[in-house]
């Protein structure tokens, strides 16, 4: 039988490494934003920002989730430090 708890909570501490990774030299806010990003993305299977805003579950309204999110300032951050982490490769 497969137990989707262990399963779960192994997914996500094994993503929270490799974000921990790929931000290292970042500061402590940022590198939670992109864990949330990564995280959401593969539990949405989605790049919609709502559908990533409800697989956080946040414990806040949805659209503070998605304002969160969509944010110029962490788009941005978020979007050139993987294109400097994909010219690296």
């Known amino acids: 039988m497969i137990n989707y708890i262990t399963l779960s909570y192994q997914f996500k501490r094994k993503l929270s490494i490799f974000s921990k990774k790929i931000s290292k030299n970042i500061s402590r806010p940022k590198s939670k934003f992109i864990f949330q990003m990564i995280y959401g993305f593969s539990e949405s299977n989605s790049t919609l920002l709502s559908n990533i805003a409800r697989a956080l579950k946040e414990d806040i309204l949805l659209k503070k989730t998605i304002v969160y999110l969509s944010s110029e300032n962490w788009l ?9 982490i994909i010219k690296g490769i």
Do not use: A, E, N
Request: proline share 0%.
């Open 76 to 84: 941005f951050l978020i979007i050139g430090y993987c294109l400097d």
